[in-house]
């Protein structure tokens, strides 16, 4: 994990002028009756980042977000924004722009006043004039497409428009950076997919330093420029969509991205042994001793018997994409589940031989 | 029924039948006879128990002409009657509006321990005898009660007189404003609030502009249920009341003393008063669930 540059601009005015702040994240526990949410997890996240919370339910990706915002607080470690330590301010005073999951918006507010929210609520010294307001409002409803709506109430709005909006609010206190919470998780599929877009565009034109958790790894890997993966309280690993995928740091990691089949195997004498045969797998100078090599399921190719590691057609599917076929190999119990293209199709019984593409090896717990 | 047309082959064709009748009704869809029996009873017995006693109040209230109608009003005794019960439902409503809103909101928001003891302790007005409730003010306010001597030293008098009053009141009609809101926030959750803090209002800015109007239909109604019951309570109020006449005798009270003086049409007169005060607050009431249905869902029932 690299350690990230110090925030946009050493004093606090500035950063907060230059609009948005790098976060960093240490040490941070969080105890909910005795029951840990977090356990001593450190992230940095480098000014104008886009970076995703992934983890499934309980991993505490929402609390870490929501510590970060000041909606919670943690029970030990510290929160950084830019340089400023952030740990004991007020949620008013961090100046976040934060998106719920059920949106949030004010019902009793048109589109235009749920946006202008932020701005008109600040001390009279501080609040922009009414026409800078409207002007701002008029600004965030562009940006988010929405122009024309300004005099609808959320009640007459879609999920996705509502959503918009809470990302329009978010955006109108100018916040130092902006934290996303399953900002699509109640939208429909093909919304979501057009939501993904459109966020990573407002992102790219705005700049803001960005979090958003979601348990959905599509939109994690394709919206993200790193991710960061947590399960039960703790950080599994940050990365690039692409290091995640390709090099995942745990079984969990590679098993949460994705199907996986699991082989057991040995490992003696500098040799990877499946069923006692050697395997065309380096070692990479693992422990002795039984291992686990995970396998995603088009990582995986049949070829004629005689060649790779023998195996016999155990059953086979149609799926949407091709065929899913499960393999049994030669003299074991151990069945592999392959991707193949719908033009290859193999009979139930059918000999062939396996190779293994990329596998991964750890050792057994 | 494409379900039935592609069922295994292995299902006999009767017992597709069969479901395939049934699924012709909703299966809680019952026959007209039980319909009609049920409907029935419902009506005959609002008729007899409810709307009959209404029609029958403003029946006797004219039954001597316009005129000796008019003058039950114009007694001072029947006018102070009035103008108290006004001025007692004046100072509970809004009291029991303030400790409403702030019982439920402490509740709905907020994880504290004895909380479920908090909300039982709002409904023991509800499940309490209004008379018993009465007793325990004089009991701890009366001549004889724990804080009497003071209270008599200090010329202070709450038993026989406004305040006792009110106080039986506000304890009477405590859970309306409560019970209404209660739900309403817990089913709103924190989220709005949250939200309007992240963007920088305050506490009571919040409050103000996110809390308040996301509860104000339900606390309306919580309101007029509170109003009613104020005006109308009779328990409580007429064991602290002392019964003066002209000083401390409410509508309820009043109408009492009426009737056993046999001046049955003054009686009803004054009845027939409140019976529409109770008659124009169930109309407001139902407005109100006719026009804001979605902002009061959630609402327990009474």
Redesign the interface.
Known sequence: MQTPSPGVAGTRSAAVQAGTVGIRVSGIGKEFRGSKALDGVDLAIHPGELIALLGPSGSGKTTLLRIIAGLEFATTGSVFFGTEDATHLTVQQRRVGFVFQHYALFKHLTVADNIAYGLSVRPRKERPPQAAIRRKVQELLELVQLDGLDRRYPAQLSGGQRQRVALARALAVEPRVLLLDEPFGALDAKVRKDLRRWLRDIHDRTGHTTIFVTHDQDEALELADRVAILANGRLEQVGTPDEIYEKPASPFVLSFLGDTVALPVEVKGGKVLLAGDPLDVDPEGAAEGRATIYLRPNEVTLAPYGTGIPGIIASQRRTVNGRRVEVRVAFSDVLIEVEVPAEQTWSVNDRVGLHLRKARLFPAD | MSEHSSAPASIPADVSGTTGRAARHAVTTESRLVQGVALGIAFVFLALFLLLPLITVFLEAFKRGFDTYLAAFSEPDAQSAIRLTLTVAAIAVPLNLVFGVAASWAIAKFSFPGKSFLITLIDLPFSVSPVVSGLVFVLLFGAQGYFGPFLQAHNISIIFALPGIVIATVFVTFPFVARELIPLMQEQGN??E?????????GF?TFR??TL??I?WGLLYGVLLCNARAMGEFGAVAVVSGHIRGLTNTMPLHIEILYNEYNIAAAFAVASLLALLALITLAAKSILEWRFAD?LAGRGGH
């Open positions: 989220t709005d949250e939200a309007a803090l992240s963007l920088g209002a305050s800015t502009t996110v109007p996301n104000r902002s």
